[in-house]
Nanobody
Framework: VQLVESGGGLVQPGGSLRLSCAAS????????MSWYRQAPGKERELVAR????????NYGDSVKGRFTISRDNAKNTVYLQMDRLKPEDTAVYVC???????WGQGTQVTVSS
């Protein structure tokens, strides 16, 4: 059972990134999935959550209107499209499976000029 994130990096303010989280070892389409983030010195916060069939999504207040979560159950992957990035979006972004919780190792996103 594993979650592996990718797609992080350094981007200028106002730019975009797309994160991916590839799942293996379980029936991906049965689980709610989410993205969290944690910045240095701050608590981990929920960024976005998506239902098992992709029909329902929720977002943290700080990213509403800028980030979009989606999933492809045929590819066992959940995505986070991040647009209009701000320096305060800098954090390690981590994928999580609900139910019996499983966390990925995270991917660093740095927004800086």
């Amino acid at each position: 059972v594993q979650l592996v994130e990718s797609g992080g990096g350094l981007v200028q303010p106002g730019g975009s990134l797309r994160l991916s989280c590839a799942a293996s070892g379980f029936t991906f389409s049965s689980y709610v999935m989410s993205w969290y983030r944690q910045a240095p010195g701050k608590e981990r916060e929920l960024v976005a959550r998506i239902s098992s069939d992709g029909g329902s999504t929720n977002y943290g207040d700080s990213v509403k209107g800028r980030f979009t979560i989606s999933r492809d159950n045929a590819k066992n992957t959940v995505y986070l499209q991040m647009d209009r990035l701000k320096p305060e979006d800098t954090a390690v972004y981590v994928c999580k499976r609900y139910g019996v919780a499983i966390w990925g190792q995270g991917t660093q996103v740095t927004v800086s000029s």
